[in-house]
């Protein structure tokens, strides 16, 4: 199959899976609302992304590495995730063992023991998961996300509308899910079979712990650039203000959603078409589609801000949309930093990805400090936006050094800055912002309308089975 249609395919497949289990998990943002308050609700987040922390020092980050080394070209990918889950079970235990810290943490009395099975569940269910999808099963992959989100649904039904579970509820529902579907992976992939067959290799281990160790601290600084500034408001605004500032944030997850179901596809294609090159026209092409997208979906959130707040949130989160813009802007930039990020994805340069976001932590926190007592909440989405956009063009330029290809930067930077100021006048504009925030959207659009076009046709055509090439 040709390596456009090859994308294209598993973009849909990945992307009908997941946009049909995240936009149910999206509008279940009324119930959540409804049945927490903005104290509560701030809780269940800062459980859920201190979880997000601790996720990939439990594992020693190999649930990354398991996904890159069997996507190598003639690896025995049975060894590999055997190999794999022995380091995976060792980590676990560790965790386990220095874990009784979490109940000495004033924030999380009486909910400590649910971000120990928290981290665990969801480290056993990213492995399975990210097994089958290296293994090129995206069907598979997408209906296991469409399971785990149901379960996620019918769970929160129980333990929030029947029983009455506040923050334990919401919480809990997330960890039986991922145990539930892993169990389901284990049994129906049959991946009981590749341990079985599979070899536990001290020099495997070996590569996949040099790969791994990097993306801990890799992952801990985008946990930083991403949620320490919820901590930071929580500390100096409330638990209210951070309770209205996270609810803000599931709205650019649109942004975010369309950016994982596009890398999950992507990571795939790009070892195999970059893994032995050092210039790519197919990356080159790839990322002009996916920018024009990214700023287009960006600047549709931005103008529809007010309205996602009105239909999704109680009243008592109606402000949440004065954050909404900024975020969005920081959403995008994360999106064209993550594909930048492939390239160290496929020439395995873990320490690339590391010092990168490293710098993007330190800015984040450094504008989080400064910004916050001044601005309020908003100051940390500016944090978030800038940092992003600091690492971006960092990245950009880094990854050419190791795959080169083209960029239309012009087209780029006119996008980016008419999406700023979209968020300028739609957060500072009293009247008629809408108008302003109307003709910006436009022009984003207008100035992506080749490439959104050829996505469209090229989209329509693999529907109809013709399978439209898109370097076209």
Same mark, same amino acid.
């Given at each position: 199959?040709?390596?456009?249609? *090859?994308?294209?395919?598993?973009?849909?497949?990945?992307?009908?899976?997941?946009?049909?289990? *995240?936009?149910?998990?999206?509008?279940?943002?009324p119930?959540?609302?409804?049945?927490?308050?903005?104290?509560?609700?701030?809780?269940? +987040?800062?459980?859920?992304?201190?979880?997000?922390?601790l996720i990939?020092?439990?594992?020693?980050?190999?649930?990354?590495?398991?996904?890159?080394?069997?996507?190598?070209?003639?690896?025995?990918?049975?060894?590999?995730?055997?190999?794999?889950?022995?380091?995976?079970?060792?980590?676990?235990?560790?965790?386990?063992?220095?874990?009784?810290?979490?109940?000495?943490? +004033?924030?999380?009395?009486?909910?400590?023991?649910l971000?120990?099975?928290?981290?665990?569940?969801?480290?056993?269910?990213?492995?399975?998961?990210?097994?089958?999808?290296?293994c +090129?099963?995206?069907?598979?992959?997408?209906?296991?996300?469409?399971?785990?989100?149901?379960?996620?649904?019918?769970?929160?039904?129980?333990?929030?509308?029947?029983? +009455?579970?506040?923050?334990?509820?919401?919480?809990?529902?997330?960890?039986?899910?991922?145990?539930?579907?892993?169990?389901?992976?284990?049994?129906?992939?049959?991946?009981?079979?590749?341990?079985?067959?599979?070899?536990?290799?001290?020099?495997?281990?070996?590569?996949?712990?040099?790969?791994s160790?990097?993306?801990?601290?890799?992952?801990?600084?985008?946990w930083?650039?991403?949620?320490?500034?919820?901590?930071?408001?929580?500390?100096?605004?409330?638990?209210?203000?951070?309770?209205?500032y996270?609810?803000?944030? *599931?709205?650019?997850?649109?942004?975010?959603?369309?950016?994982?179901?596009?890398?999950?596809?992507?990571?795939?294609?790009?070892?195999?078409?970059?893994?032995?090159?050092?210039k790519?026209?197919?990356?080159?092409?790839?990322?002009?589609?996916?920018?024009?997208?990214?700023?287009t979906?960006?600047?549709?959130?931005?103008?529809?801000?007010?309205?996602?707040v009105?239909?999704?949130?109680?009243?008592?989160?109606?402000?949440?949309w004065?954050?909404?813009?900024?975020?969005?802007?920081?959403?995008?930039?994360s999106?064209?930093?993550?594909?930048?990020?492939?390239?160290?994805?496929?020439?395995?340069?873990?320490?690339?990805?590391?010092?990168?976001?490293?710098?993007?932590?330190?800015?984040?926190?450094?504008?989080?400090?400064?910004?916050?007592?001044?601005?309020?909440?908003?100051?940390?989405?500016?944090a978030?936006?800038?940092?992003?956009?600091?690492?971006?063009?960092?990245?950009?330029?880094?990854?050419q050094?190791?795959?080169?290809?083209p960029?239309?930067?012009?087209?780029?930077?006119?996008g980016?800055?008419?999406?700023?100021?979209?968020?300028?006048?739609?957060?500072?504009?009293?009247?008629?912002?809408?108008?302003?925030?109307?003709?910006?959207?436009?022009?984003?659009?207008?100035?992506?309308?080749?490439?959104?076009?050829?996505?469209?046709?090229?989209?329509?055509?693999?529907?109809?089975?013709?399978?439209?090439?898109?370097?076209?």
């Amino acid at each position: 199959m040709n390596k456009y249609r *090859k994308l294209l395919s598993d973009t849909l497949i990945l992307g009908i899976g997941t946009f049909a289990s *995240k936009v149910l998990v999206f509008l279940l943002m009324p119930l959540y609302t409804s049945c927490l308050t903005p104290g509560q609700y701030g809780t269940a +987040d800062l459980i859920s992304q201190t979880a997000n922390l601790l996720i990939p020092l439990a594992c020693a980050g190999v649930c990354d590495g398991l996904f890159r080394f069997t996507l190598d070209s003639g690896a025995d990918k049975p060894s590999v995730f055997r190999t794999g889950l022995r380091i995976l079970w060792i980590a676990s235990l560790v965790f386990l063992a220095v874990s009784p810290v979490l109940f000495f943490l +004033d924030m999380f009395t009486g909910y400590a023991w649910l971000i120990v099975v928290y981290v665990l569940a969801s480290n056993l269910h990213s492995a399975c998961a990210q097994y089958i999808r290296a293994c +090129d099963r995206p069907r598979l992959f997408a209906v296991q996300g469409i399971v785990n989100t149901a379960l996620v649904i019918c769970l929160n039904l129980l333990f929030l509308l029947v029983l +009455d579970m506040g923050v334990t509820g919401y919480v809990l529902s997330v960890v039986l899910s991922d145990l539930l579907v892993s169990v389901m992976l284990i049994i129906y992939a049959r991946l009981y079979r590749d341990l079985r067959n599979g070899r536990f290799s001290r020099e495997l281990a070996g590569q996949l712990i040099r790969y791994s160790l990097p993306m801990i601290p890799t992952t801990i600084f985008w946990w930083i650039t991403n949620v320490s500034d919820r901590y930071i408001v929580t500390l100096l605004c409330g638990k209210e203000v951070n309770g209205i500032y996270s609810a803000a944030y *599931k709205i650019p997850t649109l942004i975010t959603l369309l950016c994982s179901v596009f890398y999950e596809a992507w990571q795939f294609s790009a070892v195999k078409d970059a893994e032995q090159k050092t210039k790519s026209v197919f990356f080159g092409r790839v990322f002009g589609y996916y920018s024009a997208l990214m700023l287009t979906g960006g600047a549709a959130v931005v103008l529809l801000s007010r309205v996602f707040v009105r239909l999704l949130f109680a009243e008592s989160y109606y402000g949440a949309w004065e954050y909404i813009p900024v975020l969005t802007l920081a959403s995008v930039f994360s999106a064209l930093t993550t594909f930048m990020g492939s390239v160290y994805l496929v020439k395995k340069k873990s320490m690339m990805s590391f010092l990168t976001s490293m710098l993007g932590a330190v800015i984040n926190i450094v504008l989080n400090i400064i910004m916050i007592p001044s601005v309020g909440a908003q100051g940390a989405a500016i944090a978030t936006a800038v940092s992003y956009a600091v690492v971006f063009v960092v990245r950009t330029i880094t990854a050419q050094r190791h795959v080169s290809f083209p960029v239309n930067y012009f087209k780029l930077a006119t996008g980016t800055l008419l999406l700023c100021a979209q968020c300028v006048v739609t957060v500072l504009t009293p009247h008629l912002w809408y108008v302003w925030s109307f003709l910006l959207a436009l022009a984003v659009v207008a100035l992506n309308f080749r490439a959104l076009w050829g996505l469209v046709r090229g989209t329509i055509s693999q529907l109809r089975g013709r399978g439209t090439d898109l370097s076209d």
